[in-house]
Each structure stands twice: as C-alpha cells, then as structure tokens.
C-alpha cells in the first residue's frame, strides 16, 4: 500500500513565522501535491512537482513555496505565515497518470 | 482555478437507504475519480474510471463515467453508518487533477 505521510497533524503558528509543512512518500512516485481544503471551497492545487528539483504552481500559490531536494520528500514553506493561511493542508503523491494517493494532512492555525 | 460542479452539497439520509451523487463539468477528462474522505483523514480513492460510459463498482458503490466525458455519478446502495464522510469527484486534466467541492453524507440509524 502506498504511504504518504504528513510530518505533524495538528500545527499552531503565529502570525509572521516561517512555516514548514513536511510530506514523505515511500513508493518511489515521481509527482508530488500540495493541496488546502477549506470548507465550501474543496481541495485547491498549491504547488506540485514532477520530479527532484522541479516546482510548478498550482491555482494558488501565492503566499508559498515549496522544496523538493529528493524524491520522495516534498515541504511546503509558508514564508510569513498569515491568519488566512489557517487551513488543513494535505499532500498527495502519483505515478505518472495513476490516481494521486493523500496523507492524513496537517490542521494548521495561525494566530 | 477550474472546479466541478458537484450535487447535492450535503444529504442526510437513514440507513439502508440508497445514495446517488454527481459531477458536471464544461470540460472534458479522461479519468474521473471518485475520493472519500473520513473525518479527521486525507480522502482515500474509491474507484477510478479510465473510459468514457464505464461502469465500475467496489462493493457497494457504483461509479459511471459518462458518455460525453463531462460528467460522473456515484451510487451507494444500502449505506451504512460507516459511510459517513465528504466524497469528492476528480477530473484528471492533463498533469493534475480538478475537485468537486464534495457531498457531506451524513447516516442516520
């Protein structure tokens, strides 16, 4: 079975900090995701990455910023973290076309 | 972003009854998903479909990609309260996938 697993499930930040979201896969898939899923709104694409070293955006990823420096790790970096960016925050990771698999994802509050 | 067109938002049935839910969207995919998700949990894949008119089941849900490619509905007959969660539909367009704002079930005993 595949495991994508989230580094933390329930993060408290405060306004201004520098925060990192960590996600690890172990089935060696090239694609990694960066989602947020707020009520009403589903799940919005932050960022995703094909491979080490690569980044594309997402439909909103102003705000953020991610590192893939190996294969199976994928960090999400909220720069100056702001009280809108309170959310759940889930990652997911596919091979090539295959159906993406999700973490348990991370209930991040900013105060 | 693009999303999909999902209905009805929320639906509060008794157990035993059965569930059907849809997806619509302007454009047209190539594989539709079907994800729920457990509250407290990352949505968990249900069933994909890969071919236009395909209908797929797993137990008891029934899944169908529709013939114009731009629609999906998920059957679950005879819920339980387990089945209890959000269920989201996906289109895979191109290089990533587009979400339905989910059905919340909710079973009643």
């Not at chain 2, 995919?29 to 509250?39: G, S």
């Not at chain 2, 849900?61 to 339980?80: E, H, M, P, V, Y």
């Not at chain 2, 989201?88 to 587009?98: M, N, V």
Request: aromatic letters at 12%.
């Amino acid at each position: 079975d595949v495991k994508v697993t989230q580094s933390s499930r329930y993060l408290v930040k405060r306004t201004g900090e520098k925060v990192f979201l960590e996600c690890v896969q172990d089935m060696d898939h090239e694609n990694m995701f960066w989602y947020r899923q707020d009520p009403g709104l589903g799940l919005r694409l932050i960022y995703f990455s094909y491979d080490v070293k690569m980044k594309e955006k997402g439909d909103i990823p102003e705000g953020y910023s991610v590192s893939r420096e190996k294969k199976e790790r994928f960090s999400l970096i909220l720069e100056s973290a702001s009280t809108n960016q309170t959310s759940m925050y889930l990652c997911a990771s596919s091979f090539g076309y295959q159906p993406q698999h999700f973490g348990d994802g991370t209930r991040l509050s900013i105060l | 972003g693009q999303q999909l067109n999902q209905s009805p938002q929320s639906m509060f049935i008794q157990e035993g009854e059965d569930v059907s839910m849809n997806c619509t969207s302007s454009s047209i995919f190539n594989t539709w998903l079907w994800y729920k998700q457990d509250p407290g949990e990352g949505p968990v894949l249900l069933i994909a479909l890969y071919k236009a008119g395909e209908l797929t089941s797993n137990g008891r849900l029934t899944a169908q990609f529709g013939i114009t490619r731009k629609d999906s509905f998920l059957n679950i007959s005879a819920s339980i309260p387990s089945d209890v969660g959000i269920y989201f539909c996906a289109g895979h367009d191109t290089d990533k996938l587009i979400f339905g704002t989910g059905t919340r079930l909710q079973v009643f005993p």
